[in-house]
């Protein structure tokens, strides 16, 4: 690629940096919000020069180790890896929906990377620690709350639902990936208007149907599930791919949904607002997800149409 990245461009993207790694330190959350102007930043960088991309990532870095925390110069680091994969799906000329997958994937290896570095350097506790301190924590107020007669409040409920929770940690990191990337890539199509760096192709949400082995593996670990606990390492897997496989058929259900609204003749816009109260209702949307599999009703609906 040709080195045209002015000087301009170069401090500019810097500067865009370091705004979102305060931002991020101030709040994650809106640390993600901004995270699409980021990468657009970057990707113009890398598009134009990929020298001047590395160069940006190397004139931070040193500094950022000098003078920054662990914690702010791994989010450089997750930033650039984000960008490099975004990047290399734009210029092979990938789908949106297979940029997802790798998105979500790099964007999730990379956070359970950094906090394992993270603990590795001793800048956090392992989280098995800081879990058992918050449990405890959290334990003594439910204590409390029996004192004062609250005759619903089950602790060995509670104790179970929260060592649940962080058995599937990785799973439910996976589903926050997916939505940070689905979010950003919306969001990029809006900025990508350069010919030279075209956005992905891609297909409607109501055509996002998920293969029928989806189905099969759903009642799979479902059953198995019953008989493991996630005591042990087989446990903690059926119970992490459980949760995945569970938010694929969600996904079902949803895009099902919008597809039966358009059949319908359902204004847009209206679908949209229909959606929202289904996406919210997760139980019913995995069922319309799993009774979809099975009838296969969308595949009725377009034979009909024919």
């Known amino acids: 690629m040709k080195q045209n990245v002015s000087l301009g461009?170069?401090?500019?993207?810097?500067?865009?940096?370091?705004?979102?790694i305060a931002i991020t330190s101030l709040s994650v959350l809106l640390g993600a919000v901004i995270l699409p102007l980021v990468?657009?930043?970057?990707?113009?960088i890398k598009h134009k020069s990929n020298y001047h991309f590395w160069l940006i990532f190397i004139s931070f870095m040193f500094p950022a180790l000098l003078f920054l925390s662990p914690l702010l110069w791994i989010w450089v680091v997750v930033l650039y890896i984000l960008t490099a994969v975004i990047h290399h799906t734009l210029a092979k000329g990938f789908s949106?929906?297979?940029?997802?997958?790798?998105?979500?994937f790099a964007l999730m290896l990379s956070v359970v990377g950094g906090l394992n570095m993270l603990v590795f350097m001793g800048v956090i506790n392992p989280l098995s620690e800081t879990f058992s301190t918050f449990r405890s924590w959290y334990m003594e107020q439910i204590e409390n709350m029996g004192g004062l007669n609250v005759g619903f409040v089950d602790a060995e409920m509670f104790s179970a639902a929260l060592t649940q929770m962080f058995a599937q940690l990785p799973a439910y990191i996976t589903v926050i990936s997916f939505f940070v990337i689905l979010y950003t890539v919306l969001m990029l199509r809006l900025l990508l208007q350069n010919k030279e760096l075209p956005a992905w192709s891609y297909m409607s949400f109501s055509e996002w149907a998920f293969p029928r082995f989806i189905l099969y593996l759903f009642f799979i670990l479902y059953i198995v599930s019953l008989f493991t606990t996630t005591e042990d390492t087989f446990g903690t897997i059926i119970s992490n791919?459980?949760?995945?496989?569970?938010?694929?058929?969600?996904l079902h259900g949803l895009s099902f949904s919008y597809f039966f609204l358009l059949e319908?003749?359902?204004n847009k816009v209206l679908s949209v607002?229909?959606?929202?109260?289904?996406?919210i209702i997760r139980p019913l949307t995995l069922?319309?997800?799993l009774l979809e599999m099975v009838l296969r009703f969308r595949l009725l609906?377009?034979?009909?149409?024919?």
Request: proline share 2%; charged share 15%; no cysteine.
């Open 273 to 279: 607002i229909i959606l929202i109260p289904l996406a």
């Open 287 to 289: 069922v319309i997800g």
């Open 264 to 266: 319908k003749k359902v």
């Open 39 to 44: 990468v657009y930043y970057l990707l113009k």
């Open 301 to 306: 609906m377009k034979l009909k149409r024919k």
């Open 9 to 20: 461009q170069t401090f500019l993207a810097i500067l865009v940096i370091f705004v979102f």
């Open 96 to 104: 949106q929906e297979l940029t997802l997958f790798y998105g979500t």
């Open 241 to 250: 791919s459980y949760v995945l496989v569970e938010w694929a058929v969600f």
